[in-house]
């Protein structure tokens, strides 16, 4: 921790997006905030429209004003887009659509999504406690390329009248290298192996993919590699979930993988999420789950996520892992102490809403 006097500053781009969003949002800058003095940290957090509520003042899921915004920023907290409302639009006009053009905007080829199950929160898990007990994984989803990003992609006339949707699985040899370093090193400060997912029995892409995995692989001889086709891998998940440390996949399957991870913890309420791009870029930082606009509003969300993606963003974007470990020693101490959402609840725990979630977290640093 630096002991000099003046504070690290630090200009964090919000978008607090469309449903719970806002509320979980707020919570995660109160909490910020409240840690601030404690690291000499200092916050200018500026708010940007983005997904279905910059489509309504702007027409557009990502304004160049938004993009603009994180490109001049130090980190970028985003909560969650989308809304039945929006849903009816163009696929291009979709709030999602932020979503991707943050990513691609902002080069953030690396996505990583760690499930850890929380010991206080076992009984959460539609699985057996002893099935999730110390389970401890960690997706890298390679996030600017694969079929998301592939061209072609669109819906073409085809013969006879019929249209014919198209998209385009497609990975070029530097994206699987890069994505793959990701995996190896973050192995490297964890139980060292690495679990590639592919579907090579069936997709040339994947082949490629597994091909250059392994010429890699050397250059990290602390770390053991192995591979899963996404179909087995989808079935170890849910089997034994513990025999993984770092799953690394491309994006489609890291999309659907990670929504499995998330489920493991009992609840894809509590699962962070961090955006990286090359050394030096800013990254983005936004929980797993989606906007959930069912219960919007309502005082019901989960804002752990959130939080805990904050705690993600000191940690690998700012270089701030103290004031990272505050913030994750609170989420355990509330858990402790017995307060849940209703998505995490289980008998005999004290349930409460979004804000008082929020205010335990204060007390609890
Ligand atoms: C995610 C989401 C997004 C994705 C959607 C909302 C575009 O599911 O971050 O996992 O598919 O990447
Ligand atoms: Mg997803």
């Not at 995660?28 to 840690?35: D, K, W, Y």
């Not at 997904?51 to 490109?71: F, K």
């Not at 943050?102 to 002893?130: H, M, W, Y």
């Not at 250059?219 to 440390?245: E, G, S």
Request: charged share 20%.
């Amino acid at each position: 921790m630096d002991t000099t006097d003046s504070p690290r500053s630090y200009r964090i781009a919000v978008l607090p997006g469309d449903g719970i969003g806002p509320e979980i949002m707020q919570v995660t800058r109160a909490v910020l905030e409240a840690i601030a003095p404690k690291f000499q940290l200092d916050f200018t957090f500026v708010e940007g429209l983005a997904g279905g509520a910059a489509i309504d003042a702007t027409g557009d899921p990502l304004p160049a004003a938004t993009l603009d915004l994180c490109r001049h920023s130090d980190a970028v907290l985003l909560a969650a887009v989308g809304g039945e409302q929006w849903d009816s639009l163009p696929a291009r006009q979709r709030p999602e659509q932020a979503l991707l053009g943050l990513r691609a905007g902002l080069g953030l080829f690396a996505n990583l999504r760690p499930a850890q199950i929380l010991p206080q929160l076992v009984d959460a898990s539609t699985l057996k406690p002893e099935v999730v007990e110390g389970v401890d994984l960690l997706v890298v989803r390679e996030l600017t390329g694969g079929i998301y990003f592939g061209q072609p992609k669109g819906i073409f006339s085809g013969e006879a009248g019929q249209r014919r949707g198209v998209n385009t699985m497609a990975y070029t040899e530097p994206e699987i290298d890069r994505i793959a370093r990701v995996a190896f090193e973050a192995a490297q400060h964890r139980r060292g192996q690495v679990c590639s997912v592919d579907k090579a029995n069936v997709l040339e892409v994947s082949q490629l993919w597994r091909e250059r995995v392994l010429a890699i692989a050397p250059q990290y001889p602390d770390v053991t590699l192995t591979h899963l086709y996404v179909d087995n891998a989808a079935m170890q998940m849910i089997r034994n979930p513990k025999q993984f440390d770092v799953i690394l996949t491309g994006n489609l399957f890291g999309d659907i993988l990670s929504d499995i991870a998330a489920m493991l913890t009992g609840s894809i309420g509590m699962l962070p999420s961090a955006s990286l791009g090359a050394p030096g870029s800013v990254g983005l930082f936004e929980p797993v789950h989606g906007s959930a606009p069912d219960i919007a509003g309502k005082d019901l969300a989960n804002p752990l996520a959130q939080v805990l993606s904050a705690a993600m963003m000191l940690r690998y974007g700012l270089q701030e892992p103290a004031a990272a470990t505050a913030i994750e020693t609170a989420v355990l101490r509330v858990l402790a102490l017995g307060k849940r959402t209703g998505d995490i609840w289980s008998a005999g725990c004290d349930r409460v809403g979004c804000q008082a979630m929020g205010e335990a977290l204060l007390a609890a640093l």
